[in-house]
């Protein structure tokens, strides 16, 4: 069984409650056989911690532990992971994690000014051509392209793109954009797509992995 060992590379701020939480994943988008591990950083003392890995509202673990390590399995996960003290639940994170053999995205989160500042990574990890992405912005809210790099684009409703190339395993491309809010501690919900023609399937599309809500106040 293969261990994800990314490091700080593979971590996001999770949702900021006001225990000044955030929720930390070594690798959301993980291959066949990986292992990670999600915990919650900042959490006060006596806390207990519930695990819904399938996002069905029923946790599959509840530890006072604030750090799990998970054998994902194949396929798209949302992940709700729910901050209980005194009976009370203090803060809920939800997270996508997307465990796939042929490639993966994911989207990391900043806030900056009272912006927010996203970087979305595409990783293959076979032969693939034309990779795209297709993420949906909050209605009303501002976007601006911060770097594109070589992402053909266009801004409507979300943004819509792709890269004229050809990639191979280990091969990352990235994207980096801003959201501005129309008012001051607004959440949104995050979703979008990445695509790509897999060598010997033709066209494949799956969940970008990530935060699903960030906020801070």
Known sequence: MRRSVLGILGLVLGVASAWGMDLLVTDFIPSPGDTIAIWVAGAPDGAEFHWD???????????SESRIEWAVPEGAHQVVVSVVLGGKTIATFRAMVVCDSR?????????????FIVTVVFRAKTVLRAPGLSLKTPVGWGTEMIDPGSFVYRLKGGIEGLWSLELYPGDELTITYRLLPLAKGMAFTFSGTASAFVEGEGYVELPVAGLINPYWP
């Not at 890995?53 to 530890?63: F, S």
């Not at 490639?103 to 912006?115: D, I, P, S």
């Open 53 to 63: 890995l399938d996002g069905d509202g029923t946790p599959e673990k509840v530890t």
């Open 103 to 115: 490639f993966g995205a994911f989207q990391t989160v900043m806030l900056e000014r009272g912006q």
